[in-house]
């Protein structure tokens, strides 16, 4: 995978330097690069849906009773709350000490606005885009067979997570042989995906290839301080907060720990997604980490979707940044109203490739910064979209070992 990941960023610097935007890399990247990194996400994102789910609804069934799932879902809450709060002050104290989006010569300025209302408008008046209460609401499906096909994954967990109680509650012999035919499922998905894993080197230099040949030179170099700052609170927040949180919460090594879960990080970044992460998270959790399956199952499938500390973070620079570059003044009532929103956006947010984006346009239009300012972080999102993926999966990890301590071995098999 480390291969394929230099291959296609050597093959695409290689390609952008010679051929520039000539139509011949623009065909190939378009008709033979783009459509084979999108072939392999596919074959994950195809097993993402009954992977969460037998996931999810072996992870509760065999937490043996509801108050083991009660005490162990509190914990989860509660430190995705806190986390995801660190995330984004640090980000927001970053954005405010070094003021990336300030001092830029206004020819610069123009030149960087040039187009950016019409990249962003497909995305700002995407549809699809609820309130706040139609977001809460969409969380019950009324119909969970719908949700799977629309890939709504709040939806399909909240339908796992019922399902998962009902098992919890009802032990007769039909209910056993039905849980364990959806432990069939679970191992008969995690065995396609170790198929499709295989394919893994020649997807990743297929993505990053189309990543670096199209990404021009000139954006990057503008954009440079901006993504400097991201990459910055990214770090500290992967090394520093996870380090403390690992150690001091979940008793153990951080050296140990970032060992263990450096299979995950690769494919997170790789892949840009914490669903199509899922798997390999879910493999180190028990073979590296050596976490009770019981609670990494619970834990690292609530999180792939809801404990998205990268993505919080993430927002709220983003959104103080294009506050900087517009001249907008954020009170600290508003930055506040920010954090609220970015905390409750990184626990709603898809764990899909640019996931984050429509949040993102939620966020702007709230407090008043011009939506289509969007447009003009699009060409460096997908580096840091990977980036920000990497810390999510990270923190979904970190999350299963501090929630691990405590909860002991795997609890007894129920009775027949």
């Known amino acids: 995978m480390l291969a394929g990941l230099a291959v296609g960023i050597a093959a695409g610097a290689a390609s952008r330097y010679y051929f520039g935007e000539t139509e011949g890399l623009a065909r190939f990247i378009e008709y033979v690069a783009q459509p084979a990194g999108q072939l392999f996400l596919r ?58 989006g300030r001092g830029l010569p206004p020819e610069t300025q123009a030149r960087m606005l040039e187009g950016a209302e019409q990249r962003a408008s497909s995305i700002a008046q995407a549809p699809g885009q609820r309130t706040g209460l139609d977001l809460v609401l969409a969380i019950v499906p009324n119909n969970p067979v719908r949700a799977a ?13 019922m399902f998962g109680i009902g098992l919890c509650l009802v032990r007769t012999d039909a209910s056993l042989h039905l849980e364990r035919g959806i432990e069939g499922l679970y ?68 050296l140990r720990f970032f060992r263990g879960v450096q299979d995950a990080m690769l494919v997170a970044f790789s892949t840009a997604s914490s669903n199509a992460t899922l798997p390999t998270a879910l493999t180190v959790a028990q073979r590296d980490l050596k976490l009770p399956s019981h609670v990494s199952r619970f834990v690292l499938t609530i999180g792939a979707t809801a404990n998205q500390n990268g993505t ?29 929103i970015c905390i409750m956006g ?10 984050s984006i429509p949040i993102l346009a939620m966020i702007l239009g709230v407090v008043g910064i011009p939506v289509e300012g969007i447009g003009l972080i699009l060409g460096a999102d997908r580096l840091l979209d990977m980036c920000r993926t990497t810390l999510n999966v990270t923190g979904d990890l970190a999350a299963a070992v501090v929630v691990s301590r405590g909860e002991g071995a795997e609890p007894p098999p129920p009775r027949a």
């Open 346 to 355: 990184g626990i709603g947010t898809a764990g899909v490739p640019a996931g």
């Open 312 to 340: 919080a973070l993430f927002e709220g620079v983003t959104v103080l940044f294009l506050a900087q570059f517009y001249g907008v003044a954020l009170t600290l009532g508003q930055q506040a109203t920010v954090v609220l």
């Open 187 to 254: 191992d008969v998905t995690m065995r396609l995906i170790q198929m499709v894993i295989w394919l893994a080197p020649f997807g990743v230099a297929a993505l990053l290839f189309t990543l670096t040949a199209q990404l021009g030179y000139d954006i990057l170099t503008l954009l440079a301080r901006y993504v400097g700052v991201v990459v910055l609170a990214l770090a500290l927040h992967m090394f520093v907060v996870y380090s403390l949180a690992v150690s001091f919460l979940g008793g153990m090594s951080p």
């Open 43 to 100: 074959l994950l994102f195809m097993l993402v849906i009954p992977l969460v789910f037998s996931a999810l609804v072996l992870g509760i069934s065999g937490l043996g009773d509801l108050r083991s799932l009660g005490r162990i879902g509190l914990k989860t809450f509660l430190y995705t709350v806190a986390v995801s709060s660190v995330a984004v002050f640090l980000g927001i104290f970053l954005v405010n000490t070094l003021q990336p």
């Open 149 to 161: 096909a629309d890939g709504d994954i709040l939806a399909v967990m909240f339908f796992a997570l």
